[in-house]
């Protein structure tokens, strides 16, 4: 073999190992690449996973805080239209027609003893007057007409010396006003509910 053949051999030797070196070099960057590809979309579908279980618990939290939130605001305005409801028969009790037996049953269960006076408030100046009282007075207790007023809709206080009490419309109110809102609320339809 010629000197030339020989290098023409050793030149093709080295061609075709270059190449086989440069096709392995290839194929080991594709499969680096593919594996590095895997990573990634391995490491992209867990942060999504993640992502979407994040919003997703978010999502049910702000439900329910907004479904609390609703309740809230349902209960307080069920609580304003009772008040409501409340403070409106107060007034109206005022202006009943019984009103003066209303009057008389709460002066005949004072348990005071001796002079009584009964504040009343401006608005009963011309129904409740010393001779109604005088009426209900007993030997145990008089009644006699205070001199001021409440600022209350209507009742009364009683006062005998150091003592008072107080039977105002509003107070009477507001001790059975707990009572109250539970019967009422009773009586208001409840959230998806419909009045027949």
Known sequence: M?????????????????????????DEQKEALHVVKSRIKGRHHKDAE??????????????????REMEKALLSHRRKIVD????????KIASAPDYL???????????LQGTI???????????ITSAFLKKLSTDERKFVLAEDNHNDHGGILMRAGDI????????ISELNHDGMVMELS??????????E
């Open 117 to 127: 006076e009964v504040v009343i408030c401006a608005g009963d100046a011309d129904r």
């Open 50 to 67: 993640r992502i979407r279980n994040r919003t997703e618990a978010n999502a049910r939290q702000m439900k329910s805080h907004t479904i």
């Open 101 to 111: 037996d209303l009057m008389g049953a709460l002066l005949g269960e004072c348990d």
């Open 2 to 26: 010629s000197l030339q053949a020989i290098l023409s051999k050793i030149e093709n030797d080295a061609k075709k190992e270059a190449d086989e070196i440069i096709q392995s070099a290839r």
């Open 84 to 91: 409501r409801v409340i403070s409106d028969s107060v007034r």
């Open 164 to 171: 008072s009490l107080n039977a105002t419309l509003s107070m």
């Open 186 to 195: 009773r009586l208001l339809p409840l959230e998806g509910q419909v009045e």
